[in-house]
């Protein structure tokens, strides 16, 4: 089956440490606008089952939807979580290194084209925002 469960529409799920999502969610809101199905799971309110059922809950909701969930970083608790919680399901892909340009990227691409292309162009806006700036 293809990873395209409806074309077009592609929600977003920010899991990390702290209260890390709600701030980047925020601060992409700020920048633009209010998006619908971008979600924030701070991990510092829930225990690991609580991420997995509240992860699974939203991709749940949203079964003619592709998903991308954003962790901090790959490896750790949240990313841990998040594979637990989205394994054997279709159309979702999981990107760990979130940061805020990827979610602009996120925000103003969606809808725009194919999902694995917006993925492959999320990678590499998020590769391409680490930078050293030479004074």
Do not use: W
């Amino acid at each position: 089956m293809s990873d395209e469960k409806h074309s077009g529409r592609t929600a977003g799920i920010v899991v990390t440490h702290g209260k890390l999502a709600e701030e980047l969610v925020r601060t992409a809101e700020l920048i633009v606008g209010t998006q619908e199905d971008l979600y924030a799971v701070a991990a510092s309110d829930l225990c690991d089952e609580d991420i997995i059922g509240r992860v699974r809950e939203i991709v749940r909701a949203r079964a003619d939807t592709n998903v991308i969930v954003f962790v901090d970083y790959f490896g750790g608790s949240c990313c841990i979580n998040s594979v637990r919680a989205v394994e054997h399901e279709e159309g979702i892909k999981i990107i760990s290194g979130v940061n805020l340009p990827v979610l602009l990227a996120f925000a103003t691409k969606r809808g725009t084209m194919p999902f694995e292309e917006m993925v492959d162009h999320i990678i590499r806006r998020g590769r391409e925002s680490v930078k050293v700036v030479d004074l």
